[in-house]
């Protein structure tokens, strides 16, 4: 070691660890594809544009983009890529004005004569599920190598949503099946100690605050009484369900016991006749745990289906009304449940034909927050509409 005054070097660990050179690798692909998501144009909400979505298989394309088209190359050249020693790409889709997601909508409440100014509709979609491929839940190793596909997830989620409707005719192929069910059966236990508004119940499996039921019983002349009741609060430690009022008046005997049935909904989605995914035991009010717009949302793969609030012309209200309106339902009212049956869906449009140089352009913009892409592919884009 040197003692003698002047000015030595000394290797010293650094403060922090250099960062990662850009990866040089990374194609954006871009061209026409069966289905995948979209989003709407940078300052034109009502056409849709591409969103870019990262990959690392070919069989991660076909699962969100579909096959290959007879009109355009883009699986052949996600297919190349990766047959070649490609690690990661990312892929968007390029829509026009004129795609379409095919959809089906009903309501309970089909005579005109009959529907209030506000009623419930249920709509059923072909969309996009964005939280089923969240980049965030892969390893923080992932993550850090594609921190910008993560950053424009969240900002997908942030524009958009959890699901993004999902244009093209693929859509039409498509059938959501809702049947009515019941998880919970069940009677209240005749107790001298029960008030007008506390229930003793045999059983409180599958039971919570959120829950429909049907009450009904048979009285001593043989005459039935029923009705529709949401508890107010589950008492678990004393096995009691505690009711928002005393129904007592409604007709009920407290000295005989009331049938609790509940009601919920299984939900099945079939793609050209075969059966994709089924959901069990869904309830239309939000705050169960199971209902509708919980579970779906972030687990059906290929068809979202929510509640719309409808004017007497079966026009939706604007989207800013709709949330206040939701939390105001009184979800026991029959109408406001989703129609038991199939909802065929229809009417999904490609659009292909009607591309445009704009279409390119507006597909373009996301573009910009991918700073690791290296290059831009067009395999469509010289093909006559």
Not at 139 to 159: G, M, N, Y
Not at 223 to 247: E, G, L, M
Not at 249 to 254: A, I, L, Q, R, V
Not at 286 to 315: E, Y
Request: glycine share 10%.
């Amino acid at each position: 070691m040197q003692f003698t005054p002047g000015l030595y070097r000394q290797a010293v660990t650094p403060v922090r660890p250099s960062g990662l050179l850009a990866r040089g690798d990374i194609p954006v692909l871009m061209g026409y594809a069966r289905k995948g998501p979209t989003g709407r144009a940078e300052g034109e909400p009502d056409d849709p544009a591409g969103i870019p979505v990262r990959l690392h298989s070919l069989g991660e394309f076909e699962e969100l983009f579909g096959g290959p088209l007879n009109h355009g190359f883009l699986w052949h050249s996600v297919k190349g890529f990766f047959e070649n020693g490609g690690a990661a790409c990312y892929a968007l889709r390029i829509v026009s004005a004129q795609s379409k997601a095919a959809g089906a909508m009903r309501s309970r409440l089909d005579d005109d004569a009959a529907k209030p100014e506000r009623r419930i509709g249920w709509l059923a979609q072909a969309s996009f599920p964005w939280l089923m491929i969240d980049p965030r839940k892969r390893s923080a190793s992932l993550q850090d190598e594609s921190a910008s596909w993560v950053q424009t997830f969240e900002q997908v989620i942030r524009d958009y949503g959890t699901r993004t409707p999902d244009t093209g005719a693929h859509g039409n192929s498509l059938t959501l099946r809702v049947t009515r069910t019941a998880n919970v059966r069940t009677e209240t236990v005749v107790d001298a100690a029960d008030a007008g508004n506390v229930s003793s119940v045999q059983s409180l499996a599958g039971l919570e605050a959120g829950s429909i039921l049907n009450l009904t019983q048979t009285g001593a002349d043989g005459n039935t009484v029923s009705a529709i009741r949401v508890p107010f609060k589950i008492d678990t430690a004393r096995q009691k369900i505690v009711w928002s009022d005393d129904f007592v008046g409604s007709g009920f005997d407290p000295s005989r016991p009331i049938r609790l049935t509940s009601v919920e909904f299984n939900v099945a989605v079939y793609g050209e006749g075969k059966l994709l995914q089924s959901f069990a035991g869904l309830s239309p009010n939000p705050a169960h745990s199971r209902a509708f717009v919980k579970v779906l949302p972030s687990s059906c793969r290929t068809v979202d289906f929510s509640p719309l609030v409808l004017r007497p012309d079966n026009a939706a209200v604007p989207q800013g009304e709709v949330a206040a309106y939701l939390d105001a339902v009184d979800w026991t009212l029959e109408s406001t449940w989703p129609p038991e049956g199939d909802y065929i869906l229809g009417g999904g449009v490609d659009g292909l034909d009607a591309v445009t140089k704009q279409d390119w352009l507006n597909s373009l913009q996301p573009i910009k927050r991918l700073y690791d892409a290296a290059m831009i592919a067009g395999p469509d884009i010289v093909l006559p509409p």
